[in-house]
């Protein structure tokens, strides 16, 4: 584990720590966690923070291990709107992803294997490790592409451990993905208690019917816009980090904002 404030412009914003190379079962590649703490973590020693998980964690933070070397700026997103009143402080954590990130972060085994691990391994140990609320009012989950939808599938499965979900730019475009509408179309039992962000870019042509048909279907479900679910055309919006770094302020907000 390292620990370190960087505040250059191809740096880190803020306190961030490692943790290396972590596995978990029915998984084939081990990953790095990657911790941002928020700005009174360390004055405010008996204060407790939500938690965010991130996918795809090496693209959140620095641009050295970014995909094509642009990363969220999560780091400078949330702590500006920290500062400026408009969220709560929170900790994110990043998991990185592995060569199985098509597998693992949609509706298949491993991708059941995917959400045990940060439900069983990841989040007893952050919460084991950091000042967190570790309540499921006080849990949430976001990734974009492929993470938007095991982001979903997420909160679905494990509505006792996550109460929100970030889904970004969500890959509902393929065969496999009918099944997670086939599950929410199918469920029983009255609404969960979930708050659901969905997005998407005017440019992401063949992610648009799957945004439009589940926002629909949502709503089919009884969630209501602005309340317990939240969505946003970005009519320009390409499918790329600078992308969704330039819209992420509205998922945080919405899950987060006070």
């Known amino acids: 584990?390292?620990?370190?404030?960087?505040?250059?412009?191809?740096?880190?914003?803020?306190?961030?720590?490692?943790?290396?190379?972590?596995?978990?079962?029915?998984?084939?590649?081990?990953?790095?966690?990657?911790?941002?703490?928020?700005?009174?973590?360390?004055?405010?020693?008996?204060?407790?923070?939500?938690?965010?998980?991130l996918h795809d964690g090496?693209?959140?933070?620095?641009?050295?291990?970014s995909f094509l070397g642009y990363d969220w700026q999560a780091d400078e997103t949330v702590d500006a709107l920290i500062r400026k009143g408009r969220i709560k402080e929170i900790i994110m954590v990043g998991l990185s992803n592995t060569p199985d990130r098509l597998s693992e972060y949609s509706?298949?085994?491993?991708?059941?294997?995917?959400?045990?691990?940060?439900v069983s391994l990841v989040k007893p140990f952050i919460d084991t490790m950091y000042r967190t609320k570790p309540d499921r009012r006080n849990t949430a989950v976001m990734g974009s592409s492929m993470g938007g939808l095991i982001s979903l599938l997420m909160v679905w499965w494990y509505p006792q451990v996550f109460s929100?979900?970030?889904?970004?730019?969500?890959?509902?475009?393929?065969?496999e993905d009918?099944?997670?509408?086939?599950?929410?179309?199918?469920?029983?039992?009255?609404?969960?208690?979930?708050?659901?962000?969905?997005?998407?870019?005017?440019?992401?042509?063949?992610l648009i019917p799957g945004y439009r048909t589940m926002a629909a279907l949502l709503r089919k479900k009884g969630y209501r816009r602005g309340k317990d679910l939240e969505y946003f055309f970005d009519r320009r919006g390409a499918h790329n980090e600078r992308a969704w770094a330039?819209?992420?302020w509205r998922p945080l907000t919405f899950m987060f904002g006070k």
């Open 1 to 53: 584990m390292a620990l370190r404030k960087k505040k250059g412009r191809d740096e880190i914003l803020g306190i961030v720590q490692y943790h290396r190379g972590v596995r978990g079962e029915g998984l084939q590649y081990e990953r790095d966690l990657i911790v941002w703490l928020p700005p009174s973590y360390e004055r405010k020693k008996r204060k407790r923070y939500p938690v965010l998980y």
């Open 164 to 175: 929100q979900a970030g889904c970004i730019s969500t890959a509902l475009a393929r065969d």
């Open 107 to 118: 509706a298949t085994e491993l991708g059941r294997s995917y959400a045990r691990f940060i």
């Open 178 to 206: 009918r099944q997670l509408f086939e599950e929410i179309e199918s469920s029983s039992g009255g609404k969960k208690r979930l708050r659901i962000y969905l997005d998407v870019g005017g440019l992401e042509r063949a």
């Open 58 to 65: 090496q693209n959140m933070f620095d641009p050295r291990t």
């Open 246 to 248: 330039n819209r992420l």
